[in-house]
């Protein structure tokens, strides 16, 4: 793969998103594989320039709309390593605690309690290591019942 620099304008907005959004750590991931040559390179240059530069950059939504969005959609498909990169970002992008359990909550009648389980233990694991909550929340895994 060819530098940042040699990079189309969708790859660039991709790049700058990703950095506003989950930092610079995780936007060095994304770049290192992208620009390895191996085996997911093809796949990380893809998130960049699509997922981020064409669709996560298109007017319309805010970015705190669009991480809702994006919750809702992990949580359906049960996707919680995911999930937990999204919460990152939508915390980032202005989701407050109470938005992300109301988003949890929704997704119940639509997705059933299995996927908001999940989902729940892995944006609790996001919350904790914000310092957002702390010990006291527990999720069904904490209680054993998962």
Same mark, same amino acid.
């Given at each position: 793969?060819?530098?940042?620099?040699?990079?189309?304008?969708?790859?660039?907005?991709?790049? =700058?998103? #990703? %950095?506003?959004? &989950?930092?610079?750590?995780?936007?060095?991931?994304? +770049?290192?594989? !992208?620009?390895?040559?191996?085996?997911?390179?093809?796949?990380?240059?893809?998130?960049?320039?699509?997922?981020?530069?064409?669709?996560?950059?298109?007017?319309?939504?805010?970015?705190?709309?669009?991480?809702?969005?994006?919750?809702?959609?992990?949580?359906?498909?049960?996707?919680?390593?995911?999930?937990? =990169?999204? #919460? %990152?970002?939508? &915390?980032?992008?202005?989701?407050?605690?109470?938005? +992300?359990?109301? !988003?949890?909550?929704?997704?119940?009648?639509?997705?059933?309690?299995?996927?908001?389980?999940?989902?729940?233990?892995?944006?609790?694991?996001?919350?904790?290591?914000?310092?957002?909550?702390?010990?006291?929340?527990?999720?069904?895994?904490?209680?054993?019942?998962?």
């Amino acid at each position: 793969m060819s530098s940042e620099d040699e990079q189309s304008p969708n790859y660039q907005r991709g790049v =700058n998103l #990703v %950095r506003e959004m &989950l930092g610079e750590a995780f936007l060095g991931g994304m +770049l290192s594989a !992208a620009n390895s040559g191996g085996f997911a390179a093809d796949a990380a240059t893809i998130a960049l320039e699509s997922a981020f530069g064409a669709v996560w950059s298109r007017p319309g939504l805010q970015r705190k709309e669009r991480s809702l969005v994006t919750i809702g959609i992990l949580v359906g498909m049960g996707k919680p390593n995911e999930l937990k =990169n999204h #919460v %990152r970002a939508g &915390l980032n992008n202005g989701l407050t605690v109470i938005e +992300l359990q109301e !988003a949890l909550i929704q997704a119940i009648p639509y997705c059933g309690f299995p996927c908001v389980a999940e989902a729940l233990e892995a944006t609790v694991a996001v919350l904790r290591e914000r310092g957002l909550v702390g010990d006291n929340v527990k999720t069904a895994k904490d209680r054993g019942m998962l």
